[in-house]
């Protein structure tokens, strides 16, 4: 019996710094739903940068706090329930830095989705970057891409400034999101996949679209090999040395120029393995909604869902 307990309390431990990591997730949320400034604003880091759905949003903690703090104290808080929730902890024995992807129900908005990265600090895990989408279905993606296009060529979105790659590994992680683009455009199969993690996991525009690298493989290499590619042109990008002793997790988000459905967003993490070469852990796409259009659109988006 006291070998089974000492097993037991082992596996509680292996398991809870994700747990831990998650909780604070869901109680990030919760504070938000119940407008509570103060427990709301416990779940963010001190370096917090938050990227909302339009690619001009982009805050660092005292802005986000600044722009919640009217909505919170008139009690209009933003009920944001996830549906779905993966949570990875970073390489590094500290165990204090981990990446999610989340699906969430919003009362608002339906369904949107989030990426980012969690720092623990001494029991606390807090969010270091979150960035919000509104996953746009496949049978619509067409023609609501065409319509934030004419948008934003009327009325331009200007992307927010972002952090510049001014670490060695930092600008290693532009380097493999460079590879990635040009080998997409290219139709190399081969060198694409490469680039990826063997655990990787590749979202898409789609809210059913989460893949392990295999699935997305499956699904890309027909193109491929038909000498069909995609080019996404990254414009603007910024990216995130993790706070680990390892120097060994980046994770970034950028915007893109898509020529056939227009702004895009990627987001994830860059991860440096035990061989010392850097690969992609997480890639997730989005067509970025501007504020203007958010609320007629994703109203579209629940009614096709019903």
Known sequence: MSL?????????????????????LTDLHAAAARSDAEAW??????????????T?????RDAFLGFAAPVFARGAGWVYAARERHVTLAPDPCACVAWFDEVLDSETYGTARGEGLLVRDGADWRVLRYALSYPIPNDLAGAMTTEIRAFETATPVIDAPGEAADTPE???????????????AEADGAAYFDLFAPDAVYIGTDVTERWSIAEFRGYAEPYFNRGQGWTYTPRSRSLTLAPLACRCVVWFDEALDSASYG?????????RGADGRWRIALYALT?????????DMTARIRAAAE
């Open 4 to 24: 089974l307990l000492v097993a037991v309390a082992a596996l509680s431990l292996q398991t809870a710094p994700q747990d831990q990591a998650a909780a604070a």
């Open 41 to 54: 604003a416990a779940r963010l880091a001190p370096d917090l940068v938050w990227v909302g759905n339009e």
């Open 56 to 60: 001009s949003e982009r805050w660092d």
């Open 170 to 184: 930092e600008r290693a992680a532009a380097r493999v999101l460079d590879a990635l683009h040009r080998e997409a």
């Open 263 to 271: 702004t895009s967003r990627g987001t994830g993490v860059v991860v």
């Open 287 to 295: 067509f970025p909604i501007p504020n203007a259009l958010a609320r």
